[in-house]
């Protein structure tokens, strides 16, 4: 899971979203399923399968493991408990068949009501979860009142970030950025090194850089050595990094 940056619908997408809203007002949950699924076969809905695919990356990765291509449109708040939020464009997110699966119906929500599944379109994920960079294993934020409860409660329900080709995929990743830092430690920040770190870290569809940059891979040896020669050229690491998925 990686952040993920809401792009804006033109205003005629827009108004069609807000006209099938107010077309499902006081519909049933089965008539809501009918109305989106009715949606989804138009060519109205192809302008959100567009900007969907967009915000997910030149690969399209699924929003939720990052490692599978993202085939289908998940509602975040279900429409079996929020059939009025069927067609609020801020309720979609593209993902791939198998975390659509693991995560279904499943909603859990806190004692204050809000959900408990982290929404990667509003957070940095990262502020819930942390990376063993040398499995590619994800697991809760641990504080001092113990495991991140949004965490663990993702975890807990798509189960499919941590299968053994998505944590594989992270410790690439990882293994590669670091690799490319290392690089410019040797080759005394060339603008050779420094463009192979610019590469790596746009290419970055797992999130992996913005651990490096914002998170505990910040402490990591090659990263300190880095913000401790060439502060320059950390800054901008973390500039390009917070702009990825």
């Known amino acids: 899971m990686r952040r993920l940056h809401r792009v804006e619908l033109k205003l005629q997408d827009r108004l069609a979203l807000f006209r099938k809203t107010k077309s499902i007002a006081n519909a049933s949950v089965a008539d809501t399923r009918a109305a989106w699924k009715r949606f989804r076969a138009t060519k109205a809905s192809e302008p959100i399968n567009e900007a969907l695919a967009s915000m997910a990356g030149s690969r399209v990765r699924c929003a939720y493991c990052s490692d599978s291509f993202a085939s289908d449109v998940d509602h975040f708040r279900p429409i079996a408990t929020f059939p009025q939020k069927a067609f609020d464009w801020e309720n979609m997110i593209r993902v791939c068949t198998t975390c659509n699966r693991k995560k279904g119906e499943r909603f859990p929500l806190g004692g204050d009501g809000e959900p408990r599944l982290i929404d990667p379109t509003t957070e940095d994920p990262w502020s819930h979860l942390t990376l063993d960079p040398q499995t590619g294993f994800i697991a809760p934020r641990y504080t001092l009142a113990g495991f991140d409860e949004f965490g663990e409660a993702t975890l807990a329900i798509l189960e499919t970030i941590n299968f053994e080709a998505a944590?594989?995929?992270?410790?690439?990743?990882?293994?590669?950025?670091?690799?490319?830092?290392?690089?410019?430690?040797?080759?005394?920040?060339?603008?050779?090194?420094?463009?192979?770190?610019?590469?790596?870290?746009?290419?970055?569809?797992?999130?992996?850089?913005?651990?490096?940059?914002?998170?505990?891979?910040?402490?990591?040896?090659?990263?300190?050595?880095?913000?401790?020669?060439?502060?320059?050229?950390?800054?901008?690491?973390?500039?390009?990094?917070?702009?990825?998925?």
């Not at 594989?168 to 040797?186: P, T």
């Not at 797992?206 to 910040?218: D, F, M, N, P, V």
Request: aromatic content about 10%; hydrophobic content about 40%.
């Open 167 to 245: 944590t594989e995929a992270r410790r690439k990743q990882a293994r590669r950025l670091l690799g490319a830092m290392k690089f410019v430690l040797d080759d005394d920040d060339s603008r050779e090194s420094r463009r192979e770190l610019s590469i790596e870290v746009a290419n970055d569809e797992l999130g992996i850089s913005r651990w490096y940059a914002h998170w505990e891979g910040s402490a990591e040896e090659f990263p300190i050595q880095l913000q401790a020669k060439y502060l320059l050229t950390w800054k901008a690491f973390v500039r390009k990094a917070a702009k990825t998925t």
